[in-house]
Every structure is written in C-alpha cells, then in structure tokens.
C-alpha cells in the first residue's frame, strides 16, 4: 500500500498553485489597471497625479508622461520604468512594453517583479495556447 502523494498528484498540485498565482496576480493586474484609469479621470478633471506616476502635462497625455517617465527610468528608478510599462501597453505596444516590465523588475520594482514573473510561467501552467 503506497501511502503520500504520487508524482502526478504532487504536479498538479504544483499547477493548482501556480494557476491560483496566476489568478491572483491577473486580479491585481486589474485593480491596477483600474486604480491608473480613476487617476487619469482625476487628472482630467483637474485633479494631482496618483502616487508614483511621473509629472505629466495634461496636453498631449500619455505621450509627454512617457517622455519624462523614459527620463527618470534611465536614471534606475523602477518605479518610472514601470510607468514607461503600463503607458506602452496603453498606447499598444506590448513588446516594448515587455522590455521596460523587465528593466522596471532588474530596477527592483516590487509590481514589476510579480508581473514579469507572472509572463514568464510556461504556457502549459497558465492554460495559454
């Protein structure tokens, strides 16, 4: 009689896991998302910048946050590059957008850190094609 966890029930348990990472990471990915969204409305309407984004002139937003955020993030703050990240994905560049996502983790974003390790799972763990 074989008592414990086999190897295949040992792998997908490792992949409920990662899975429920996954899940979880897409969640704040969201709240994020969302949380950029409502500043941008606030800027918009006259408001201040949210914590952490780069100074941005209201005229010709996103472009002009993404210049002074480039500025910054070549200056190794993470936070920056992780702007210079979420404005490419914005203005749909997503492998630009990759490679600043990268540069904002090596920065030691904490954000970046968990999103990259998040793009980085294997397809057969997060279900992707």
């Known amino acids: ?50 914590a952490g984004a780069c100074p941005a002139d209201h005229d010709g937003w996103p472009h002009t946050e993404l210049a002074r955020c480039v500025q910054e993030a070549e200056k190794g703050r993470g936070d920056a590059a992780r702007r210079v990240a979420e404005l490419l994905e914005l203005l749909d560049r997503p492998k630009d957008a990759a490679v600043w996502w990268h540069r904002a983790a090596v920065s030691g974003d904490r954000d970046a850190k968990w999103y990259v390790a998040a793009l980085e799972l294997p397809d057969s763990l997060t279900g992707s094609a």
């Open 1 to 50: 009689m074989d008592v414990g966890l086999s190897h295949d029930n040992v792998d997908a348990l490792t992949r409920h896991d990662q899975l429920s990472r996954n899940a979880h990471l897409r969640g704040i990915r969201v709240a994020l998302d969302a949380a950029d969204a409502d500043a941008a409305r606030v800027r918009g309407a006259g408001g201040g910048c949210p």
